[in-house]
């Protein structure tokens, strides 16, 4: 089936630098979804992705849609404590709406104090 | 964007009781809905998709009779862990797909379930 790999597992960082992770696939996606997760909480979305080669910024975040549709990245810039958490990459199965959606495993970033 | 709410956000049950987990949309309208589960350090895993009016749609593996799903309004879908177990202790978060055109989902902050 579809899947999604995501890298790196975990990151370990110090405040202030920049961040960068990614996101392949073996099958096409239409649309690239980046989250985030606190511990305890619900995901909450960060950046979609609806265009090949889209690149979209949100904040300190920029994410990019690969232009070969089966990879994405996320950045994040100047990182702050609050960046701490678990950042997922998901795509849907269809076109729709309605469709299910799956996740990769995760990167998990932590600041040293 | 859209707000999912999820309630109880944890509860701690016996073994063998069934238990309760309602998602709702508050400012627009569901007709699918989805459940996962989370394991410890882990990602989320789809259990199944709530469709508003008809049966769900379970995921390979999960049992249809141990978690039943009711989807029984445009705003409402209600998971029931039936004789839980401490293997079924988890973290169950909902979704639903946001209210444009794109197929992006919204997720409720998560029920935390622990049967002792």
């Known amino acids: 089936g579809q899947q999604l790999n995501q890298s790196p597992q975990s990151m370990f960082i110090q405040e202030g630098e920049d961040v960068s992770m990614n996101c392949t696939s073996s099958?096409?996606?239409?649309?690239w979804l980046w989250y985030k997760q606190d511990p305890g909480e619900g995901p909450v979305l960060l950046i979609a992705l609806y265009k090949a080669g889209e690149l979209t910024s949100n904040g300190r975040l920029t994410a990019q849609f690969g232009i070969t549709r089966k990879d994405s990245f996320l950045n994040i810039s100047a990182s702050i404590p609050s960046d701490v958490g678990i950042y997922f990459c998901a795509g849907p199965l269809g076109g729709f709406r309605d469709d299910k959606i799956i996740f990769g495993k995760g990167t998990r970033l932590h600041i040293l104090p | 964007g859209a707000v999912v709410s999820q309630h109880p956000s944890w509860v701690i049950c016996k073994s063998g009781t069934s238990v309760k987990i309602e998602c709702r949309s508050l400012?627009?309208?569901?007709?699918?809905m989805f459940w996962y589960r989370q394991f410890p350090k882990q990602s989320l895993m789809l259990m199944a998709t709530?469709?508003?009016?008809?049966?769900?749609?379970?995921e390979q593996g999960v049992e249809k009779d141990k978690f039943l799903i009711n989807h029984a309004s445009l705003t409402l879908s209600t998971l029931t862990v039936t004789s839980a177990h401490p293997e079924d202790s988890s973290f169950y978060i909902c979704s639903a797909p946001g209210f444009g055109s794109y197929n992006e989902q919204f997720f409720g902050p998560g029920t935390r379930l622990t049967v002792l």
């Open positions: 400012d627009f309208q569901a007709t699918t």
């Open positions: 709530s469709n508003e009016g008809s049966k769900a749609t379970y």
């Open positions: 099958s096409i996606f239409n649309t």
